[in-house]
């Protein structure tokens, strides 16, 4: 293990971090939010120090990096960047206590959502725009960022961005668009910027504050859910709501889409079973949940834009909401819940389990009963007409185990704090897929701050397994990872 | 540029790593999933799982807007069909693999329809490098710059010989040619040596001289210089029938030996000027018995590494001057370092090399002035040629006020027909060649990435 350079690399990230808080802090600076300022100021300056530290002081001696370090460095990165990240809302007293800030920006930059706070309207502007702005760093990567802006390295084959890149970026299978890394990332980034701003433009011209819209966007493409008011979406204007389902939907997409289209290869791009999948179960959904609302609301519009957006926000793992939700009747509330375990695209800002993830265990369970009836046919799994090889099958089967197996020992451990079961399963299953509201006790209109410390770090862990698909976490308590 | 490789076999690697390493944009095509797995975690490059001579994956690659394709599998016919569709689809060069001799021979009028830019034979490279070798014995690699009238050779500093503790500045007044030592290898550290250094016994070091020199430069040095008469090939390979072949016809009496029957009786029938045994090239008795220590050279060709390095280090022990190692695997060198095996070819770097010279000659088309490249100490320190071009900064300034990056050395000026060994006062004039030899972290594109002054 090349501690020196893990500790470089998260230096970097610290400055990096350090530099995206001067926003904020100029809002702060201009709005006359004192504590606030000082709040910035603090951390900007603890990230400083400690990055030059990690920078400076820890010069790697070895260039040595292999799979685990990747997996140590996003694990450990994510932790500390969450735990940073919080400090402002710490030191400016919108936060009172570590615990909850902590869950407060693990939410953000996992892009979940699940906020603690009582009252979203009362935080100072400043802050409100960092807590959003966690959820766009996070939703495409904060080193996948690092990686593409930092300086270009003369030699080497370059093994830790791969290693770095590979451990950070969820999906089955990790496709590079082009063959450089660093090339790939800024693609990404840039695809991603291009979206931002055009959802800008449409909230801009739908009479929202630039302010606003900016906030609202960068909750939006990370797929986070933040809400700037309690209610979230519901008291905005209708055009408002349908661009934000709209951009949701988008940004649950596989971004490889987006290049592919970019580069003129339509039929590549669209013809594409986890696309067509996705947007499948997206129209099942609102169809069914449309139907079974009708009676709650005066027209059909009325309810089929919040079908559509409900759908939207939790498959797309955003979380926002144009209505209370949890007042539905039990059919469209329990697809709700299905949907959080089905999740976005892999390649996407999403989280929960992947819809390509989906498709495979579906196609394998098939594969299964057939197998049972006939035990000598040799059948293959494929997925786009190319056969998905055995070991990436297993990988999901895997995978699907211990992430169910961690929903439910999360449960059990929640259950200590006494609510009822369907609050601590939903509040699990929003966590882990990285959703924000669950239902119950937290419920849309709801939060989390009726549960204990020990609850809140063990949500938070969740958030951060599920956003980083499992093993990065993971890795950070086997203690096979230090042996020698 | 875009470079499509497909194969990842040995060759294909290594034309990756170094390719990348120069800043090409890669993409590997492999049909062992598990090699793809472990590559992608070792190198920045695409990697795509399928045949490479079929057209969707060809295009899958994208094909059509590279550059380049080197084929570089282990079957002939695959890599030409590669390089057939690839230029169908509008690559502009094709470098294709072939290694059966058969093949050979009617490549020289195949190349246009199979649409070949190059084709490389690494057996065949091997062989003539070992042949460079065997000319002048004593020199454990010879590389050539600027066309050939330089080169760089490899030398062993010997205990108790004249390059046993001597200064360079010394060694310059001693020698009557004039010579320049641009880098030696003590164990595993590679240095830039400046005047004050002091070689010591079992260093290896590179000496710059013109072509010319070289006999002059081993008489100087005490090395006893004799033709090699008699040589020893062991293993039967098709490295040692194209070496056969060569050394017969300059007159060397070659004596081959072969454990296989059916393949001792074929390279009997190929080739007819040498001595073909039929028996284990491995068994001392054997060696013994066809006078190995009485040869000027032995050559182990085996395809086993393992059996090469045992022969090898049987027959340095019985004194014969000049043994040449063929290693497959060269991560293990560092090894036999002081094992008095020193003279080491591996198929797979001469091969890398051949088509990163042409790589860089491609580049130098586009602008780049990158003539060639070679890798000294185990591939730690490069000698890399340059033109100097309209851009070139510090032209006509003499080279004592020019202050180069550290670890950066002028090995020779190539100026009209004659090639220079820099002092302080010689420049560097436009349409010069220059060797310049560096260590290999450093990855030098552009002569004026040498200047240790900033651009302005």
């Known amino acids: 293990m090349n501690y020196r350079k893990i500790c470089n690399i998260i230096g970097r990230i610290f400055w990096v971090e350090a530099a995206f808080m001067l926003p904020p802090l100029g809002i702060a600076v201009y709005r006359g939010e004192h504590a606030s300022v000082r709040g910035f100021l603090i951390a900007i300056a603890l990230l400083a120090v400690l990055g030059m530290a990690g920078v400076f002081l820890l010069r790697p ?136 701003i055009l959802q800008v433009i449409f909230l801009l011209s739908g009479g929202m504050s630039l302010y606003e819209a900016l906030v609202a966007t960068y909750a939006t493409a990370g797929t986070g859910g933040f809400g700037m008011m309690n209610d979230s979406f519901a008291s905005y204007s209708p055009y408002i709501q349908v661009v934000v389902t709209v951009f949701m939907l988008l940004f649950a997409v596989n971004f490889n889409v987006y290049f592919l289209l970019l580069i003129r290869e339509f039929r590549k791009a669209l013809c594409n079973q986890e696309l067509i999948a996705y947007l499948g179960i997206v129209a099942a959904s609102i169809a069914v949940i449309t139907w079974n609302i009708s009676h709650m609301f005066p027209t059909l519009a009325e309810s089929l834009r919040h079908a559509a957006f409900q759908v939207a926000s939790i498959i797309s793992t955003t979380g926002f909401m144009s209505t209370d939700f949890d007042l539905w009747p039990e059919l469209s509330r329990t697809i709700l819940i299905l949907l959080m375990f089905v999740g976005a695209c892999a390649g996407s800002t999403g989280g929960g389990l992947k819809v390509i993830r989906v498709v495979i265990l579906a196609k394998a369970i098939r594969r299964a009963v057939l197998q049972a009836v006939r035990p000598n046919s040799v059948r293959i799994i494929r997925v786009d007409g190319a056969v998905v090889d055995e070991d990436t099958v297993r990988g999901t089967l895997n995978y699907f185990a211990v992430f169910m197996a961690i929903q439910f020992l999360s449960v059990l451990l929640v259950s200590i704090d006494n609510f009822d079961f369907v609050t601590n399963f939903t509040a699990v299953a929003t966590c882990f897929n990285n959703v924000g509201p669950g239902l119950g006790g937290v419920g849309p209109t709801r939060n989390f701050a009726a549960y204990s410390d020990f609850s809140k770090l063990l949500l938070s862990a969740n958030m951060l397994l599920g956003r980083l698909e499992l093993y990065p976490i993971l890795a950070i308590f086997v203690p096979s990872t230090y042996k020698k | 540029m875009k470079i499509v490789i497909v194969g990842g076999g040995k060759v294909g690697f290594t034309l990756a790593t170094q390719l990348t390493r120069e800043g090409h944009d890669i993409v590997l095509i492999e049909n062992n999933r598990e090699k793809i797995a472990r590559m992608s975690g070792l190198l920045d490059i695409k990697m795509l799982y399928g045949n490479g001579a079929s057209l969707g994956v060809l295009r899958e690659a994208d094909t059509h807007h590279s550059d380049l394709l080197i084929a570089a599998t282990h079957q002939d016919e695959i890599n030409m069909m590669c390089c057939i569709v690839a230029r169908k689809m509008g690559c502009k060069n094709t470098i294709a693999r072939i290694r059966d001799a058969a093949y050979l021979e009617q490549m020289y009028l195949l190349k246009n329809e199979l649409g070949l830019s190059m084709t490389i034979t690494p057996e065949q490279i091997t062989a003539r490098e070992i042949f460079r070798l065997m000319q002048i014995p004593g020199f454990l690699k010879r590389d050539t710059f600027a066309k050939g009238r330089v080169e760089i050779v490899e030398l062993v500093a010997k205990p108790g010989g004249l390059l046993d503790g001597i200064s ?40 710059t001289a013109p072509s010319t020199d070289l006999a002059a430069l081993m008489d100087d040095l005490g090395i006893k210089q004799h033709r090699v008469r008699d040589a020893m090939l062991i293993g039967g390979s098709r490295i040692a029938a194209y070496l056969t072949r060569m050394l017969v016809k300059s007159g060397v009496r070659v004596k081959l030996l072969e454990l296989d029957a059916r393949r001792a009786e074929a390279l009997a029938e190929y080739l007819p000027g040498a001595t073909i045994i039929h028996a284990d090239g491995t068994d001392q008795n054997i060696l013994r018995e066809e006078n190995i220590e009485r040869m000027d050279s032995v050559v182990t060709l085996t395809n086993m590494d393992e059996e090469n390095l045992v022969v090898s280090l049987f027959a340095n022990k019985l004194g014969v001057s000049q043994v040449i190692t063929k290693l497959n695997r060269t991560e293990y060198t560092e090894l036999f370092a002081g094992s008095g095996l020193d003279c080491i070819i591996s198929p797979k770097q001469l091969c890398a090399q051949a088509i990163i010279r042409y790589v860089r000659a491609m580049q130098n088309r586009d602008g780049s002035s990158v003539l060639a490249v070679h890798h000294l100490v185990d591939g730690k320190v490069e000698a890399m ?61 552009d002569l004026n990435d040498i200047f240790a002054e900033e651009e302005r």
């Open chain 1, 61 to 196: 001696r070895r260039d040595s990096f292999y799979a685990r370090d990747g997996l140590m460095t996003v694990g450990l990165a994510w932790i500390l960047v969450s735990f940073m990240g919080g400090l402002p809302f710490f030191f400016s007293g919108s936060i009172p206590s570590l615990v909850d800030c902590f869950f407060e920006t693990v939410s953000g930059f996992t892009t979940t959502g699940a906020s603690i706070l009582p009252a979203a309207e009362d935080m100072p502007l400043s802050d409100m725009y960092w807590r959003c702005f966690t959820i766009w760093l996070g939703g495409m990567g904060v080193l996948v960022f690092v990686l593409a802006v930092s300086p270009k390295k003369g030699s080497a084959t370059a093994g830790d961005e791969i290693h770095l890149l590979r451990a950070e970026s969820p999906g089955v299978t990790v496709d590079k668009l082009v063959p450089r890394m660093r090339q790939s990332a800024t693609i990404l980034y840039t695809i991603y910027i291009a979206l931002t």
């Open chain 2, 168 to 207: 360079l500045v010394e060694l310059s007044r001693k020698l009557k040619v004039k010579v320049l030592v641009c880098a030696v290898q003590r164990g595993e550290d590679a240095y830039i040596p400046d005047g004050s250094f002091v070689v010591r016994q079992g260093d290896k070091i590179y000496v």
């Open chain 2, 385 to 445: 040629e340059f033109n100097v071009t309209e851009s070139t900064r510090n032209r006509g300034i003499p080279l004592k006020d020019i202050q180069l990056k550290p670890n950066v050395l002028l090995a020779s000026i190539g100026r009209m027909n004659r090639s220079i060994l820099p002092g302080g006062n010689d420049t560097m004039e436009l349409g010069d060649s220059i060797v310049v030899v560096t260590v290999s972290d450093r990855v030098l594109l």
